[in-house]
């Protein structure tokens, strides 16, 4: 029998269409598919057909490890100057009182309340708040790190930065230097939904575009920060919008290789603007993230979401090229909650999530934001 990771080995998928010859070519020589490829395997291939090819890629890279951590989340806001036609979680500032606000006090106690646990990060994101400012969030950074220096604060989509920076009249490179001066380590990967313009502009009019989302992680980047990259799918957008997305992340990737991990965020449709879409089955949802496995080859590792995903289809899809499930979280989110997830109380324990990792035959591995293993289970 030859070892799992032994370059060479061939992917053995019975009855191949020979349709598909060449990119399994491609993949057992390491070689990159083009975007034709790519949307071949979206338009023609069975799911065992991308689940095998994707799984063995995960399996060449990471064998069976599959990464947690212990995070919690802040959500400062869901007050919100954009109204983005997919998102259940905001409120327009005219309509503040349903909403929620917090204080830098009231933040800071929040982080304060996990001075025992073992935490190693915590992700700041929430609405666009008029009011919340660039200084604003320099003093939470600073008392954050000021108290608990080796927490790492991932926080800020870019289109939380484009408008802080913009409001600020500073210059996206000073807003990002000031910010990491403050405490900023790295960016998450939201507000990237689909680069697409006409796809953007119908469901995520005004808020920071493509180009811009994209400029703000390499500036990250440029200063040694580290950042993710999600796409928000199973919307009105096609097959070739999916493939745009994932070729300019690539793209960027080549330069700058400050990405860590792209994360599929199926579009969850309860009690917002297209809820008359319908979601996605897993079926897709798995299609999308062994295709992101196979299309992304410079993207380290694929994160499935649990709270967004439902922790069965994040156990599911540890066999379709994910080896993230994100961490212990602890009932700190609601931007799914409100959106329909299955996890309407986000929260697992390290124990649960090394069970949920060991029952479908995976090696589970705590890791720290940026994928430094701090313990094997
Ligand atoms: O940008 C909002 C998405 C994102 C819905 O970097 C929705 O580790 C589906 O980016 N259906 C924010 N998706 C969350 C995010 C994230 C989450 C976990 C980990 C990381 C990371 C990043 O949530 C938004 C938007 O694309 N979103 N509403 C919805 N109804
Ligand atoms: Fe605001 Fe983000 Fe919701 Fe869009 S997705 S309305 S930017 S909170």
Not at 37 to 43: I, T, V
Not at 316 to 336: A, C
């Amino acid at each position: 029998m030859q070892d799992r990771n032994d370059i060479g080995r061939l992917i053995n998928i019975p009855g191949l269409d020979p349709m598909f010859k060449d990119i399994v070519s491609k993949i057992e020589a390491r070689e990159r598919i083009n975007s034709a490829e790519g949307l071949l395997l979206f338009e023609k291939a069975p799911l065992a057909v991308v689940g095998t090819m994707a799984n063995f890629i995960r399996e060449r890279k990471h064998g069976d490890k599959t990464y947690f951590n212990r995070n919690f989340h802040i959500e400062p806001t869901n007050i919100c100057v954009f109204s983005c036609k997919f998102c259940s979680y905001s409120r327009l500032y005219s309509k503040r009182e349903e909403g929620w606000e917090l204080s830098i006090d009231e933040m800071f106690e929040k982080v304060k309340s996990y001075d025992k646990e073992p935490i190693t990060e915590v992700h700041i994101v929430g609405g666009v708040h008029p009011k919340m400012d660039i200084s604003f969030f320099a003093e939470l950074l600073k008392k954050i790190k000021a108290h608990r220096p080796t927490l790492h604060i991932k926080g800020f989509t870019a289109v939380e930065l484009d408008y802080m920076f913009r409001k600020a009249k500073v210059s996206r490179e000073d807003g990002m230097k000031l910010l990491h001066d403050a405490g900023l380590d790295s960016l998450p990967g939201g507000g990237a939904e689909i680069f697409d313009t006409d796809i953007r502009n119908k469901i995520s009019a005004d808020k920071v575009d493509a180009e811009g989302w994209l400029n703000i992680h390499a500036i990250a980047h440029q200063l040694g920060m580290h950042s993710n990259a999600t796409m928000l799918y199973g919307h009105i957008e096609n097959y070739a919008h999916r493939i745009d997305h994932m070729d300019r992340l690539r793209e960027m990737q080549d330069n700058t290789k400050g990405f860590n991990t792209f994360i599929p965020l199926k579009f969850r449709n309860h009690d917002n603007e297209m809820s008359n879409v319908a979601e996605t089955t897993a079926i897709e949802d798995m299609k999308v993230y062994a295709i992101s496995r196979i299309y992304l080859d410079n993207f380290p590792h694929i994160k499935a979401y649990w709270p967004m995903l439902g922790r069965e289809q994040a156990q599911l899809s540890l066999s379709f090229g994910v080896n993230d499930i994100d961490g212990t979280i602890d009932d700190s989110t609601k931007i799914y909650s409100m959106a329909g997830s299955e996890e309407q109380n986000p929260s697992l324990t390290t124990e649960e999530l090394v069970s949920l990792i060991k029952q479908v035959g995976r090696k589970p591995v705590e890791r720290d934001t940026l994928y430094n293993a701090i313990a094997e289970f």
